[in-house]
């Protein structure tokens, strides 16, 4: 009888071992496939921002070299671009901080 309730608690030990790692795995994968995703282009003297992801964001802050543009939470939908003029420089790095109603995010771009 104790053997029986031995075995039977490291059974289930196990399977809820198993379905907590599932459900994070799961979690995880949720979370990467409707997180937002940026692409930053440059087209001439325009920086084009492209929401790649599922969902909409916010652009808080655009920086380009050392200098800081408060964006103010300028929504990007799904798709869809922001332009921003900027001069003619050869290379520029453009640092963007955005936000989902989830979490924080930004991306280096050097362009």
């Known amino acids: 009888m104790a053997i029986t309730l031995i075995v039977g608690t490291i059974l289930?030990?196990?399977t809820l071992f198993q379905m907590a790692k599932a459900v994070k795995l799961r979690?995880?994968?949720l979370f990467q496939s409707s997180r937002?995703?940026?692409v930053c282009l440059r087209n001439q003297q325009q920086l084009e921002?492209?929401?790649i992801g599922q969902i909409p964001i916010k652009l808080?802050?655009?920086i380009i070299d050392q200098e800081t543009i408060?964006?103010?939470g300028k929504i990007i939908p799904i798709g869809q671009s922001f332009f921003y003029n900027i001069g003619p420089n050869s290379a520029i790095n453009?640092?963007?901080k955005y936000h989902d109603d989830i979490g924080?995010?930004?991306n280096n771009f050097p362009l």
Do not use: G
Request: no cysteine; net charge negative; aromatic share 8%.
């Open 12 to 14: 289930v030990s196990i």
């Open 27 to 29: 979690n995880k994968m």
């Open 36 to 38: 937002p995703y940026l």
């Open 49 to 51: 921002i492209r929401n």
């Open 60 to 62: 808080d802050q655009l």
């Open 70 to 72: 408060p964006l103010d």
């Open 94 to 96: 453009a640092l963007i």
């Open 104 to 106: 924080q995010y930004e």
